[in-house]
């Protein structure tokens, strides 16, 4: 395999949370009140540093979707919306959703998804 090439972002980063690589700017945020199987995840308009896994038929509530992975590690960090069959749900697509639990926030911070 040839040498990764990563995108470096100035500003309030997001960044892969098992190996640091960016990934968003907090100014991206197009919303945070997502939600996937580990808890919280972001709405971005512009992420950097992901690869596309092959776009599928698995079914979202609202769309098909792409997996995303980091471009460093490999490891999911979320998914980009491909197709939003709703129309009041088109504004999602083509921008990518980061699971909270997969990344590390501005200031270091992790989210840990807390027992239930």
């Known amino acids: 395999m040839g040498r990764v090439f990563v995108v470096s972002l100035e500003g309030r980063i ?3 949370r098992h190996c640091g690589t960016h990934l968003a700017l907090t100014q991206d945020i197009a919303s945070k009140s997502f939600h996937c199987r580990h808890g919280k995840a972001y709405l971005f308009n512009k992420v950097v540093n ?3 896994g092959e776009t599928d038929e698995r079914l979202m509530k ?4 792409t997996d995303i992975f980091c471009t460093r590690c490999g490891s999911i960090v979320g998914w980009k919306y491909e197709t939003a069959y709703e129309k009041n749900q ?14 590390s926030g501005p200031d270091g911070s992790n989210y840990w998804v807390s027992g239930r």
């Open 50 to 52: 992901v690869t596309l």
């Open 14 to 16: 997001y960044s892969c």
């Open 62 to 65: 609202t769309g098909l979707h």
């Open 90 to 103: 088109k504004y999602k697509e083509g921008k990518s959703v980061l699971d909270r639990y997969k990344i």
